[in-house]
């Protein structure tokens, strides 16, 4: 019976976090301000300019994301892809480089002179809001 009582609380305990978050959304969901895009972090999606709907893949939304948690900040490729996918960087790997020239595409108005997601010579990456 204990096992019984106790499982059934996990249930309704597991179950009570996801009345929350419904409850609490309500419409309202955690939005960040990707250069001229809307990034949401509850439901993974990125909105452009005119509130078009831009398709990321997981390593792009988590890019974004990890961009955001740290703003005006120079991130290496060994720590985006730490922060990222909890892996680490080995000297010639170059899937972030390819990563963050796709999210440019998807994100500036000119990817040719990024403004939002900046290279910083031989440090990595910097996202300004």
Not at 10 to 17: P, T, Y
Not at 113 to 127: C, D, L, N, Q, S
């Amino acid at each position: 019976m204990r096992e019984l009582l106790a499982r059934v609380k996990s249930v309704l305990r597991r179950g009570g976090k996801g009345e929350k978050r419904s409850g609490k959304a309500g419409g309202a969901t955690r939005k960040l301000a990707i250069g001229a895009c809307m990034l949401d972090l509850d439901t993974h999606q990125l909105t452009g300019r005119k509130g078009e709907e831009i398709p990321l893949t997981g390593m792009e939304f988590d890019l974004l994301r990890v961009f955001a948690e740290h703003p005006n900040r120079v991130l290496s490729r060994d720590q985006l892809l730490t922060l990222t996918r909890n892996r680490e960087w080995e000297p010639f790997d170059r899937s972030i480089d390819i990563r963050i020239a796709r999210l440019r595409r998807k994100i500036e108005a000119d990817p040719e002179k990024p403004r939002t997601i900046k290279t910083v010579r031989g440090a990595g990456y910097i996202f300004i809001p």
